[in-house]
């Protein structure tokens, strides 16, 4: 017997584990069913929904290059059998089974305009505000000089507050 993809089969499960189970079928041929394909439910333990030695039906959903069957009862059930039910999830949680509302919907708020932050640590000017350009020379300069006096005010503050004073790691 040739297996064919979309063909429903008779097997024996031969095996189980975390992830599927391993069917065995009259040639001598093993497939395996995904624990995702066992049942039209969720399966959190597959030996919940079947037993070594079972005879089960399972649809080929593929036959891989390397000679491995891909296998699912749950497509080998009746159609009508075959949809997983809707979770039943909490209200509020997310999902399709919100609480209704009964009345009218309130409109959302309009968005405000964002209010100004309230600047960087150290009331420093990160950023000119000022939109002269001038020349690369001239602003490389600036940034120099302000990135100095950033740099001497932030060790000045470090060294104050040490203890014992100092230079930086030292200790009178």
Same mark, same amino acid.
Do not use: C
């Given at each position: 017997?040739?297996? +064919?993809?979309? /063909? @429903?089969?008779?097997?024996?499960?031969?095996? @189980?584990?975390?992830?599927?189970?391993?069917?065995?079928?009259? =040639?001598?041929?093993?497939?395996?069913?995904?624990? *995702?394909?066992?049942?039209?439910?969720?399966? =959190?333990? @597959?030996?919940?929904?079947?037993?070594?030695?079972?005879?089960?039906?399972?649809?080929?959903?593929?036959?891989?290059? =390397?000679?491995?069957? *891909?296998? !699912? @009862?749950?497509?080998?059930?009746? /159609?009508?059998?075959?949809?997983?039910?809707? #979770?039943? /999830?909490? $209200?509020?949680?997310?999902?399709?089974?919100?609480?209704?509302? *009964?009345? $009218? #919907?309130? $409109?959302? %708020?309009?968005?405000?305009? $964002?209010? %100004? *932050?309230?600047? &960087? %640590?150290?009331?420093? /000017?990160?950023?000119?505000?000022? =939109?002269? !350009?001038? !020349?690369? +020379?001239?602003?490389?300069? &600036?940034?120099?000089?302000?990135?100095?006096?950033?740099?001497?005010?932030?060790?000045?503050?470090?060294?104050?507050?040490?203890?014992?004073?100092?230079?930086?790691?030292?200790?009178?």
């Amino acid at each position: 017997m040739q297996l +064919e993809v979309g /063909e @429903i089969y008779e097997g024996k499960v031969t095996g @189980i584990t975390k992830f599927g189970a391993f069917v065995t079928f009259e =040639n001598g041929q093993t497939g395996m069913v995904h624990i *995702s394909e066992v049942a039209p439910t969720f399966v =959190n333990d @597959i030996k919940d929904f079947v037993t070594e030695g079972q005879t089960v039906k399972v649809k080929v959903l593929a036959l891989g290059e =390397n000679g491995k069957v *891909s296998l !699912s @009862i749950r497509k080998a059930l009746p /159609e009508s059998q075959q949809r997983r039910p809707r #979770r039943q /999830e909490a $209200p509020g949680a997310k999902g399709e089974n919100f609480p209704r509302r *009964s009345g $009218p #919907r309130q $409109p959302r %708020p309009t968005p405000r305009d $964002p209010e %100004p *932050s309230p600047g &960087r %640590p150290g009331d420093f /000017e990160w950023q000119s505000r000022r =939109n002269d !350009s001038g !020349s690369f +020379e001239d602003m490389m300069s &600036r940034f120099k000089q302000t990135s100095d006096e950033k740099m001497s005010d932030l060790k000045r503050a470090g060294v104050e507050t040490r203890r014992g004073g100092g230079r930086w790691g030292q200790q009178k």
